[in-house]
């Protein structure tokens, strides 16, 4: 199944345009960059967040969240946000930023 471009395009028009973001199609879906680390991305209709092992937990614990799992084993420090999650502009943007910022604090590939 291909992912939401709708979703993709919402993304993009939160995400600043600097040289040090980019994207690339993965697996089906799409991945934001930030130094050359991913922040966040689609997978479907999902959100695919990338928050970090410290902040994996919480994340996990809020309503529409998962484990993000394409392999059979999930990826700690990754969850798959639900559409319901982020209908509101204010959500998205939210889960956008702390994929950004957990990509922020890595060093740059």
């Given amino acids: 199944m291909a992912y939401d471009e ?20 993965m697996l089906g879906g799409i991945a934001f960059f930030c130094h050359g680390n991913i922040a966040c991305g689609v ?11 410290d902040a994996y937990e919480a994340a996990l614990a809020e309503d529409h969240v998962k484990e993000f799992d394409i392999t059979g084993r999930p990826m700690t420090g990754w969850v798959e946000v639900a559409p319901a999650a982020f209908e509101d502009e204010t959500d998205l943007e939210a889960w956008i930023e702390r994929g950004y910022a957990f990509a922020r604090s890595l060093p740059p590939k």
């Fill in 43 to 53: 997978n479907r209709d999902n959100m695919i967040v990338r928050v970090g092992p």
């Fill in 6 to 25: 709708h979703l993709a395009e919402r993304m993009r028009a939160v995400i600043p345009g600097d040289p040090a973001h980019d994207e690339k199609k």
